[in-house]
């Protein structure tokens, strides 16, 4: 069993940041592949950046490219997610995820993640 906790969000104003991070449980972080997905309201959840069990492969919607980072720290089991020149369309609850089995591809399908946070709200106002 693997569980997720985020931290980190808050209210930022536009052109702001925000570091997210996520700590997680289980022996065998280091094999998980990782992700941050959101959901604004009355949207679906979608895909923000995921990154590989070694950190060696990223991948990251083309909405926050150039502007969110994600990375991982095997040793202290926690992904993070470096969140610079946010918009108001940030504006989302943002949920950690974990794979613990199959493709180690940092996927961007929701449905190929098992383990999920509670989320943490992200506020970017204008």
């Known amino acids: 069993q693997v569980q997720l906790v985020e931290s980190g969000g808050g209210l930022v104003q536009a052109g702001g940041s925000l570091r997210l991070s996520c700590a997680a449980s289980?022996?065998?972080?280091?094999?998980?592949?990782m992700g941050w997905f959101r959901q604004a309201p009355g949207k679906e959840r979608e895909f923000v950046a995921a990154?590989?069990?070694?950190?060696?492969?990223?991948n990251s919607a083309d909405s926050v490219k150039g502007r969110f980072t994600i990375s991982r720290n095997n040793a202290k089991k926690t992904v993070d997610l470096q969140m610079n020149s946010l918009k108001p369309e940030d504006t989302a609850v943002y949920y950690c995820?974990?794979?613990?089995?199959?493709?180690?591809?940092?996927?961007?399908?929701?449905?190929?993640?098992?383990?999920w946070g509670q989320g943490t709200q992200v506020t970017v106002s204008s």
């Open positions: 995820t974990a794979r613990a089995y199959g493709s180690t591809w940092p996927s961007g399908n929701s449905d190929d993640y098992a383990y």
């Open positions: 289980g022996r065998t972080f280091s094999t998980y592949v």
């Open positions: 990154i590989s069990w070694s950190g060696g492969s990223t």
